[in-house]
């Protein structure tokens, strides 16, 4: 059977250079790099030059301002908690939004549980666009950090990312941006964008899983929240992953040099996939802004049936997708990105996210239009709701 991997939000896989890089250190290159002699230096060397990769594809003026993590999760909640630690005497007050990841709401409704902070959920509008006038109203006296994402995981809808940074430099709060999803799929310059503090992961962009960073632009303050031997100058304690922060690197190296070919390439495929969907389904709607949103994010509500039954009616047929998020997709919740833009509960249960990826070919696309109407079909046949 023909297998399809439509997934690339969820996770993607490793590429062949981004392997071949990190293979000499698990082994014959695997020193410590904070060791001072030559096995360590060697190291140290492989961590500087990832460093120096992953700064030029953000645009970050020193590779001093990398600081790796263990990937998303760990980068949103250094940001976020290392922040209000560091900045306790000015205030409390965080600003996100109602669509951000779990790493970013669950950490601001933890602090919110201990007392520790405040925080403002902003509303977002039917194509899951923040309003950066509503940022500016919302920021007081004892604001101390903003964290929007940059684009949606589940609906793909870019932010207007400049202009909220724009805001924050003006009223002075940190800005913080979980760009997990766009990092080595469009183009990111945190000089400007405005940003203070960005996270990403590496197995979101073909490098391996369990690696990240998180930048911090020069000047920002945050408290470290894992202590211990004082690595990445005192911001993150644990023995750097050398082999997984190579693998980082090269994924970087790479994403700079395939990005400006591949992000048309797979826009074209979501346009045709998109159109086609609309036109083979009734009652079928594209989730997310039309035009302003991730080059590889297809994500689509079908009235009358279940996001989960569709999804295991095209696993069976080979075909791997998404129903919302899948950090989340082990829920039977509807997701709080769709009930957000404005979703009924039953229509958000009928979500689909389809996206692609380097591997991914046009004739994907024809499979998964051969595949889905007819599963569509069956399961409104048995659908008390459809009838």
Partial sequence: MERVYLDHAGTTPVHPRVLEAMQPYFRERFGNPASLHGFGQEAAQAVMQAREFLAGLIGAASPDEIVFTS?????????????????????????????????????????????????????????????????????????????????????????PIVEIGAV???????????????????????????????????????????????????????????????????????????????GLGEAAR???????????????????????????????????????RLPNNASICIHYVEGESMLLNLDLQGIAASSGSACTSGSLEASHVLLAIGLSHETAHGSLRFTFGRDNKPSDVDRVLEVLPPVVKRLRAMSPLAN
Avoid at 72 to 89: F, H, M, P, W, Y
Avoid at 181 to 208: A, C, R, W
Avoid at 234 to 239: A, F, V
Avoid at 262 to 286: F, Y
Wanted: include cysteine.
């Fill in 71 to 159: 990937g998303g999760t760990e980068s949103d909640n250094a940001a976020i908690v290392g922040t209000l630690l560091a900045r306790q005497k000015k205030g409390n007050h965080l600003i996100t939004s109602a669509i951000e990841h779990h790493a970013v709401l669950h950490t601001c409704q933890f602090l919110q549980k201990q007392g520790l902070a405040e925080v403002t959920y902003l509303p977002v509008d039917s194509a899951g666009l923040v309003d950066p006038e509503e940022v500016k109203k919302a920021i007081g006296d004892k604001t101390i950090l903003v964290s929007i994402m940059h684009a949606n995981n589940e609906i793909g809808t870019i932010e």
């Fill in 168 to 246: 924050c430099r003006e009223r002075q709060v940190a800005f913080h941006t979980d760009a997990v999803q766009t990092v080595g799929h469009i183009p990111v310059s945190v000089q400007e964008m405005n940003i203070d503090l960005l996270s990403l992961s590496g197995h979101k962009f073909y490098g391996p899983k369990g690696v990240g960073a998180l930048y911090v632009r020069k000047g920002v303050r945050i408290s470290p929240i894992l202590h211990g031997g004082g690595q990445e100058w005192g911001r993150r304690s644990g023995t750097l992953n050398v082999s997984g922060i190579v």
């Fill in 254 to 292: 790479r994403a700079r040099e395939e990005m400006e070919a591949e992000a048309p390439r797979q826009a074209e495929m979501r346009e045709r996939l998109l159109c086609s969907l609309l036109e083979a389904i009734a009652e079928c709607i594209i989730t997310g802004h039309r035009s302003q």
